[in-house]
């Protein structure tokens, strides 16, 4: 309650006046700095990684196989961290002892002769960041209020975005500075990721908690209310057909190399690429903002049928240049508004004292669907060409989105 002043407009004595409290705190402003200059250092070592494997003769397969053993341990590490840190008092040098973990790891590469080398490196520096990932969305829902997670969450996605863009651009003028010296190019990832993990040591804030008494881990799953596991099944869903960004690079390549020639259509594809996440950073804070103002689930499952949106335009859509930026467009507003809006609309759907277990599992379960989708619709799209491949998506894409409106409103009934 505000305090009401007397007849002589005076505030009462002894009476302690409460104000709005500001979503831009120091806690969301620690993290949202912490994750951009986090992904600008190991952004700089996956840009350049390709091209240090090839100097050791490495085949292409062995990309795949780093990638995917780093991507499994991840999950594996969010849904450990995000069991375990519910336990705890004070979950914060769990998110600082990962942040240390990924910086170290990344810079390790510089110190690989082989490709199995650069294969634990990668290894490493990906546990650190599946331990650190539920830690710092629990941390972020804990420090705001549950009227304003969408715009935290949103400035978080965005700043991620930001260092996504700044770091393979830095790779770019890095190698050319240190005449393609590699161990010195990975040395300076060390500076970001060294002043991410002092942000969140030295900046983020966390408050006092009560830890959830201990339990199995089978029984914190079944801790989760129904609504949360229900709105799992559609992320589920919608993430199996969810395929990784970089395959519309290579559809704009080859769809562009007849009329422009390959080092043209090439160029083209990495600068409709740039635009993608440019618009990814921005619309993240636009989705945050209405993530506040509308019903999230609601919202949500608007993204999931704008990609689907996005993956009829691919079947249905003559492939020139405007259409493909189109395309690329639409896919970094339904990326903002996937990442911020199922982040966000986790932190409604579950007690606080369980943010941990649940954002670990829906970053389990994003993980999983990343790993299905890309490989499914790679298979598809080499066997039966770009059609059956993004029908698949489109499917899943509007089959998510029904679960996820079913979802928001059991959730609102329930309120």
Not at 141 to 153: E, L, M, N, P, W
Not at 175 to 195: D, E, M
Not at 349 to 373: P, R, Y
Request: aromatic share 12%.
């Amino acid at each position: 309650m505000w305090a009401k002043p007397d007849m002589n407009g005076a505030l009462p004595t002894n009476t302690e006046v409460k104000t709005p409290a500001r979503w831009l705190n120091r806690t969301v402003l620690g993290i949202g700095l912490a994750s951009l200059f986090s992904d600008w250092s190991h952004e700089i070592a996956t840009t350049v990684m390709p091209a240090f494997l090839a100097t050791m003769g490495a085949a292409a397969a062995w990309l795949g196989l780093i990638e995917g053993v780093s991507d499994g341990l991840s999950s594996f590490a969010k849904m450990a961290s995000g069991y375990y840190t519910d336990r705890l008092r004070r979950r914060k040098p769990i998110a600082v002892a990962g942040y240390v973990v990924t910086t170290l790891g990344t810079a390790a590469f510089g110190l690989a002769t082989s490709a199995w080398h650069v294969l634990l490196a990668r290894a490493f520096a990906w546990f650190g960041r599946g331990v650190r990932t539920p830690v710092r969305k629990a941390l972020l829902a804990g420090s705001v209020t549950k009227q304003t997670y969408g715009r935290a969450f949103g400035f978080e996605r965005m700043m991620d975005t930001l260092g996504a863009i700044v770091g393979p651009a830095s790779a770019f003028f890095l190698l050319q500075a240190v005449n393609h010296h590699y161990p010195t190019l990975f040395a300076f990832t060390l500076i970001p990721g060294l002043i991410a993990t002092g942000l969140i040591a030295f900046v983020v804030k966390e408050k006092d908690r009560k830890p959830v008494p201990h339990i199995s881990f089978g029984e914190s799953l079944r801790a989760l209310p129904m609504r949360f596991r229900k709105f799992l099944i559609a992320v589920g869903l919608f993430g199996a057909g969810d395929f990784a960004h970089t395959m519309l690079i290579l559809l704009a390549t080859q769809k562009l190399t007849p009329a422009l020639g390959a080092t043209k259509a090439a160029s083209i594809a990495v600068g409709l690429y740039v635009l993608h996440n440019v618009l990814y950073a921005t619309f993240s804070m636009i989705a945050g903002w209405l993530a506040d103002r509308f019903n999230k689930g609601g919202l949500l499952a608007a993204g999931y049928v704008l990609a689907a949106l996005m993956a009829l335009a691919i079947i249905l859509l003559p492939m020139n240049l405007w259409t493909l930026a189109l395309i690329f467009i639409v896919g970094g507003v339904y990326v903002a508004m996937e990442e911020t809006l199922e982040d966000s609309f986790c932190a409604e759907l579950v007690e606080e004292e369980h943010h941990g277990m649940a954002f670990g599992t829906l970053a389990t379960v994003n993980g999983v669907g990343d790993f299905v989708s890309s490989l499914v619709v790679g298979f598809l799209w080499t066997a039966f060409g770009t059609q059956v491949a993004f029908v698949y998506s489109a499917a899943l894409f509007i089959l998510g989105g029904s679960l996820v409106l079913r979802a928001a409103r059991s959730s609102a009934e329930k309120e």
